[in-house]
């Protein structure tokens, strides 16, 4: 235990230059690093498994599993691979990981990965955040939060968006923000949100690229974020925006590699 301690004390401090001017004012609550041969930390993620038919979705081409070849701790890093392959009648396979159940936060923190994203017409991975409360108010009403997109067929893109009852792409009227990076595909990056109690900061490597505000006197279907919210981790295959273009059956597998996930309290 002391020496995993040791080891998140020297993370940290190769990367303050990264948490920036406020770096005092921010507090590890939570983290993974990925260390080991095991699956992932049951304690902490747990998994979707199947199709869109389960009522998520969307129109994406994978069946989502917890096998070891779709999702698997190797060399200090989170592996998530798809496969094109026959399985339960879909043509791909991949994984979604959950901390839904495990572990969810609000205003007040920050939530980064670093991460390194597949390659290829067809790859759809997203880092999001999706309403504790979701079954019980549904979607869009819960609100979410996607800190991190990327479609391959846009390869230098990356896109940071929030959806609400007011504000979502089924709508046409979702809030959203994108920038570029030439590298996205071939080195890691830390894809972030700053969530405070009256905007969110989304951020590549420390730096801001869009904001969403809490407007004036806004109500729940402008702003649900004042409730906790769980992450997702995962990539997809196709669907409704990464397969727009497409699928490039000869590229298979792709993975996404997470290097770690922490959660920073404001203090």
């Not at 979502?168 to 990056?189: C, P």
């Amino acid at each position: 235990m002391l020496s995993g301690i040791i080891f998140v004390l020297f993370n940290l401090s190769s990367c303050n230059k990264w948490l920036g001017k406020g770096q005092n004012n921010l507090e590890l609550v939570w983290a993974d690093e990925f260390k080991g041969q095991e699956p992932p930390n049951e304690d902490k993620w747990t998994y979707d498994i199947g199709t869109g038919s389960q009522g998520w979705g969307n129109d994406e081409k994978e069946y989502y599993t917890d096998r070891a070849k779709n999702v698997r701790l190797l060399g200090g890093k989170l592996i998530i691979e798809a496969h094109k392959e026959q399985y339960k009648g879909s043509e791909y396979t991949s994984a979604r990981l959950v901390s839904r159940g495990k572990q969810s936060w609000g205003p007040g923190h920050r939530i980064a990965i670093r991460a390194k994203l597949p390659s290829g017409r067809g790859t759809w991975p997203a880092i999001w955040m999706l309403a504790d409360n979701l079954t019980e108010v549904g979607w869009p009403m819960g609100g979410e939060i996607d800190i991190m997109e990327h479609v391959g067929y846009s390869p230098d893109s990356l896109f940071g968006t929030v959806h609400t009852q007011a504000f979502n792409h089924i709508l046409g009227t979702q809030d959203g923000g994108s920038t570029t990076a030439k590298d996205l595909e071939t080195n890691f990056h830390i894809y972030s949100i700053d969530w405070y109690a009256d905007h969110i900061d989304f951020q590549l490597d420390g730096r801001t690229y869009h904001t969403f505000h809490k407007r004036e006197n806004a109500t729940v279907e402008q702003w649900p974020f004042d409730t906790p919210q769980h992450l997702l981790l995962n990539l997809a295959v196709g669907g409704s925006w990464g397969g727009r273009k497409g699928i490039d059956d000869t590229i298979w597998p792709q993975r996404m590699v997470v290097d770690w996930v922490r959660v920073y309290q404001h203090k």
